[in-house]
């Protein structure tokens, strides 16, 4: 099945500095990287997502980019903002296409 | 829409018991999924039901644990016997097709089993 892994764990920024998340996946065949964010107490939501055929997807602040060859992909958060603090979930949905979570990462904007 | 809606938000319990979670999925999504979350392993997809029918099971760690969908608006989750580590948030999300993009989320059952 796909194997996930996602870094780091937790992560510190200061407001208005950038944030990166990496993930690294398995399985050749995942073709679908979506990025959920979820706040303290609340639901995971997806806020991007990226298809295999494109190497980079942007909305906003955020953006998602994707290297096939080295199967990784990452988000990057511009301009933190203190709202953005929260735990962070990248997945992939290998061969078998159901959905494998990362570990998360837990970012806190410092203000 | 309502979004994805689960019952109850919380529920505390005894070893022993009988737990059943609830969950009504946005109306016309096609699919739906289990998860469970633990600081220990994350978020673990339990099982998936597309057009009601269970397509994917493997991840329903025991016997004790069980799914059904009846109807394209309802679906249980129900854990009988319950045990302590059983104890976590349990998540129902839908989507559109036959797929696992764009899951939706609902708020979750806290479940406390003591």
């Known amino acids: 099945g796909e194997n996930v892994e996602q870094h780091p764990s937790t992560l510190s920024v200061q407001e208005g500095d950038s944030a990166v998340i990496k993930c690294t996946y398995s399985d050749s065949a995942s073709n679908y990287f979506p990025w959920y964010k979820q706040e303290l107490g609340k639901r995971p939501q997806l806020i991007i997502d990226?298809?295999?055929?494109?190497g980079e997807k942007k909305d906003q602040r955020i953006a998602v980019t994707l290297n096939k060859t080295a199967k990784h992909f990452s988000l990057h958060i511009t301009e933190t903002q203190p709202e953005d603090s929260a735990v962070y979930f990248c997945a992939a949905p290998g061969s078998a296409r159901q959905l494998t979570f990362g570990s998360g990462t837990q970012l806190t904007v410092l203000p | 829409d309502a979004g994805v809606i689960q019952s109850p938000r919380h529920e505390v319990t005894e070893m022993g018991q009988e737990v059943t979670l609830r969950c009504k999925p946005i109306?016309?999504?096609?699919?739906l999924f289990w998860y469970r979350q633990t600081m220990m392993r994350g978020l673990e997809l339990l099982i998936y039901f597309n057009n009601n029918v269970p397509i994917d099971d493997s991840g329903m760690p025991e016997d004790r644990f069980s799914a059904k969908m009846p109807n394209a608006s309802f679906s249980t989750l129900k854990i009988q016997p319950s045990e302590p580590r059983d104890s976590a948030v349990y998540f129902c999300?839908?989507?559109?097709?036959?797929?696992?993009?764009?899951?939706?989320f609902g708020s979750g059952t806290q479940l406390s089993v003591l």
């Open positions: 990226i298809r295999s055929n494109v």
């Open positions: 109306s016309g999504h096609n699919s």
């Open positions: 999300a839908s989507s559109e097709g036959a797929t696992n993009e764009k899951l939706f």
